[in-house]
């Protein structure tokens, strides 16, 4: 079993305008740049065979370059539940598209539709008995976030796996348009 997902990776520039985010919320665990990306589909462990499947249904994917923003926070969960926070991605017609390809490709390749909705983040921090109050604090201080526009010209396909200091994440195949 290999645990997938498809991804956009963050370019170095605007890595570190969120890295510079980072700070003001105890017993967060911030994410490094190197684990900056906007996930297009999360696959989850899947065996081998199916892996090999889904690679070709990736391969098969066409579009276009994408010009894409990072725009505001959130959190995700609610109260005490609160787990993450989060920058969001500028609404854009061709991401969406791009996210449906990996539906359909996954599809194709045997996996069970993902019946979650599709919300476009970058995760800056896994967070452990948050105080809602922080949280708040930290989303108004962040809230007006809007990166320069970056291009993305590929998607990748990663591995990710679980180690004391968080997940870890391994480019297993690249997409390019």
Not at 5 to 28: D, K, M, N, V, Y
Not at 80 to 97: E, K, N, S
Request: hydrophobic residues 45%.
């Amino acid at each position: 079993m290999i645990r997938l997902f498809a991804a956009l990776s963050i370019p170095p520039g605007i890595s570190e305008g969120l890295i510079r985010r980072q700070s003001g919320l105890h017993e967060a665990r911030w994410r490094p740049a190197e684990a900056f990306h906007i996930t297009l589909r999360f696959f989850g462990d899947i065996p081998e065979t199916a892996a090999a499947d889904l690679d070709l249904e990736l391969s098969r994917i066409a579009f276009r370059p994408l010009d894409l923003e990072l725009k505001g926070v959130g959190a995700f969960g609610e109260g005490a539940d609160i787990h993450a926070v989060w920058a969001g991605v500028a609404d854009h017609p061709g991401l969406t598209r791009l996210h449906r390809a990996c539906e359909s490709a996954a599809r194709r390749a045997g996996l069970a539709p993902d019946g979650r909705r599709y919300r476009p983040h970058v995760t800056l921090a896994y967070l452990r008995r948050a105080d809602p109050a922080d949280v708040a604090h930290w989303i108004a201080a962040n809230d007006l976030l809007n990166s320069p526009a970056f291009r993305a010209e590929g998607f990748g396909l990663y591995s990710s796996w679980q180690t004391q200091e968080g997940s870890r994440y391994r480019l297993e195949r690249a997409y390019p348009i």
